[in-house]
């Protein structure tokens, strides 16, 4: 069995994807790693995910937490990611990193922490999202110079980041397939008069709302037609159990850069 440990394992993602490893017969929890002040270090990590004792306590001790497991997983957030990176590497175990809101810069931060050890990163972690992501190269190389292409993407009242991550993860697979560049050619704000739309606008809109899990459409607008391609995660542990497929899949592979398509073998 693969051996999982969680980095934030006392949040909302690391408390559900402990439970969904615990009922996993592909794996196992080995470590759950918290940041110095949280209230629930010292307490079993099983307990604190509500599945009851499964002999792994929370610490704030890296080494202790990620030392002996096969991969481990961080859906911290980016600044504690980015804050982690370095130690990481000298902990030397595979990475599966799902934190969002990551900028370029930091993006490449952690290609180059790729150079070290083997490291799987994904705005997103559900394998539908990612198969969709295969679905609109597709379509994009096929009509995507002639038609208008926007994207809408809806989250929770509580995300921090936007647009999400999946969103410019969509709009960077359309711009690179028509040799744009998303932070150039997204329009991401439109108000007041702003005059017809450019040819090479990928428009971009984002939703702030209640407790939707996620939610992201593509449009593609022609004359007389519109086609719309829709992802709509209806529960969290869409993402966690990409995250724990990922971990398993990660554990044992060279040092390198990978990501959910490899998951797929796309």
Known sequence: MTKIAMVGAAGKMGRRIIALINDDDRCTVSGALEH???????????????????GVKITSDMQEALGGCDAFIDFTGAEPTMKNLE????????????STGLSAAQTE??????????????????????????????????????????????????KKDA??????????????????????DGAFCRHGIIGPRTDREIGMQTLRAGDIVG???????????????????????????????????????????????DVLGL
């Open 36 to 54: 110095s002040a949280c209230p629930f270090l010292g307490h079993d990590a099983g307990e604190v995910a509500g599945i009851g004792k499964i």
């Open 163 to 184: 647009p999400s991550g999946t969103a410019m993860k969509m709009g960077e697979v359309i711009a690179n397939v028509l040799g744009r560049d998303i932070e150039k």
């Open 215 to 261: 939610e992201h459409t593509v449009m593609f607008c022609g004359q007389g037609e519109r086609i719309e391609i829709t992802h709509r995660a209806h529960t969290r542990d869409t993402f966690a159990n990409g995250a724990i497929s990922a971990a398993v899949w990660l554990a044992g592979k060279p040092v390198g850069f990978y990501n959910m398509f």
């Open 87 to 98: 130690a990481y590497a000298k902990i030397g175990r595979p990475v599966v990193i799902g």
């Open 109 to 158: 931060e952690i290609k180059k922490l790729a150079e070290k050890i083997p490291v799987l990163f994904s705005p997103n972690m559900s394998l539908g999202v990612n198969l969709t992501f295969k679905v609109l190269e597709m379509v994009t190389k096929a009509i995507g110079e002639r038609y208008d292409i926007e994207i809408v993407e809806s989250h929770h009242r509580l």
